[in-house]
């Protein structure tokens, strides 16, 4: 396909999907379901009009993948309910640790002794397996801020968390095939992999979110009144904190998707703030003498608001794209039986069991750990690890093996996640919480 092909495409699907929103929300099926069914349909599995190579592409798909994550968990980030709890997020946190680990433990296990792959191979596989996807399971994540629903938090912030929480795995993975530095004792890796870069990313993130909300709230209030374009903060803020984490050999994926969490909370402190002060210091004359409420403060825009509907709307593209590549990649030949096996293997075995272990001894409903351990959607950060490694030295010819399990096991959670959450969910609500 010639790039005056590719721009008609899709520039059509998105006017097709434009004009036909109303009726999809409508529909049994999600809008990636059809992005794939395109793909498929002009790649070499139908008209074969068009074959991306993830091989030889992988290092655009990289970028293209990790643009598109970061920009995802921007978006997660800001849509955090407030006010921040541990005990509301002891959930989530767990999933992103212990549900991780077992999750890498059991693919490795089932690729070591099924699928006769290396051990170093092995965890590589199950940590780019492992982390849910904030950008293809926005049907099953919060949709606005202050969105309180506790499912919908719990797998928004879980896949805002596991998205770093992976790469640790990754590293160690890379060891073992000696593509990676992780010293002679696990020790080591830990210190520097695990505990170091993790603290480094969300410390970053933190200050960074922090720092950007009392800035924009200061020049906005009096007596500066000035106009910021939110969406420039918005990418600023991931571009500085991810190269900063980066450069620190930080995970930069915590970072940005602290930064946004810790941006939204500190402006909404801060107008929580300023309106008690406001109403602290009426008088009585100021309260109208009907008794009707109080004039409120009219507080300054917030970056995290404003940036979101053009983060969402970078989402929505990026989702067209790397799903319509994703249909481009795959052959009839790629449904082999070991692919499949593993993608079956995650989905209902690996996945329910980690959430049931992971949220032993938490307050949890069982409804909710059900709806949890269903709803582990794979998609483009997964892509993005194996592309990393294929640009860190990964062999060609495990590289082969990779990129035909994970494709197969992304492409079968947008088909069985996608045809079954809004069924799901509609159940889950009328049966209430």
Request: with cysteine; glycine share 10%; net charge neutral.
């Amino acid at each position: 396909m010639t790039s005056t092909q590719w721009f008609m495409l899709v520039g059509g699907l998105l006017l097709a999907m434009g004009l036909t929103a109303s009726i999809l929300k409508r529909s049994p099926i999600t809008s990636a379901i059809i992005y794939l069914a395109v793909g498929v349909l002009v790649g070499p599995t139908a008209l074969d009009l068009f074959h991306f190579n993830p091989l030889k592409e992988s290092a655009l798909l990289e970028v293209l993948t990790e643009v598109a994550v970061l920009i995802s968990l921007f978006s997660a980030g800001i849509k955090m309910p407030t006010p921040f709890s541990f005990a509301r997020w002891r959930a989530p946190i767990l999933l992103a640790t212990v549900s991780m680990t077992i999750t890498v433990a059991l693919v490795a296990a089932f690729a070591y002794f099924v699928l006769g792959l290396p051990l170093g191979a092995g965890v590589l596989l199950g940590a780019i397996l492992a982390p849910t996807d904030p950008v293809l399971a926005t049907d099953v994540q919060i949709r606005r801020p202050g969105d309180h629903d506790q499912l919908r938090f719990t797998l928004t912030c879980e896949a805002g968390m596991n998205d770093g929480s992976a790469f640790p795995f990754v590293m160690l993975g890379m060891g073992m095939l000696g593509l990676h530095e992780i010293g002679d004792s696990v020790l080591s890796w830990l210190l520097v992999d695990v505990l170091w870069a993790t603290l480094a990313g969300v410390t970053i993130g933190v200050v960074a979110g922090v720092a950007l909300a009392h800035l924009g709230w200061k020049l906005r209030s009096k007596p500066h009144k000035h106009e910021l374009m939110d969406d420039f903060l918005g990418l600023g803020l991931i571009g500085v904190v991810y190269g900063l984490t980066v450069m620190v050999n930080g995970w930069g994926f915590l970072a940005v998707f602290f930064a946004a969490v810790a941006l939204r909370q500190t402006e909404l402190k801060l107008g929580k703030a300023a309106q008690d002060t406001f109403d602290g210091s009426k008088t009585q004359q100021s309260v109208r003498a009907d008794g009707n409420a109080r004039p409120k403060l009219e507080s300054p825009q917030t970056v995290s608001e404003g940036s979101l509907v053009f983060k969402e709307h970078l989402e929505r593209l990026s989702e067209v794209v790397m799903v319509l590549l994703i249909g481009g990649t795959l052959y009839l030949n790629s449904w082999s039986w070991q692919a499949v096996g593993l993608a079956l293997f995650l989905f209902v075995i690996v996945r329910p069991i980690s959430v049931i272990l992971g949220l032993l001894g938490t307050h949890t409903t069982w409804r909710i750990r059900g709806m949890t351990g269903w709803f582990g959607v794979r998609g483009i950060g997964s892509l993005y690890y194996l592309m990393y490694a294929i640009q860190n030295g990964l062999p060609e010819p495990l590289s082969l093996q990779l990129i035909q399990m994970t494709l197969i096991v992304v492409t079968l959670s947008i088909l069985l996640h996608g045809t079954s959450v809004k069924p799901l969910m509609a159940l889950f609500w009328r049966r209430g919480k």
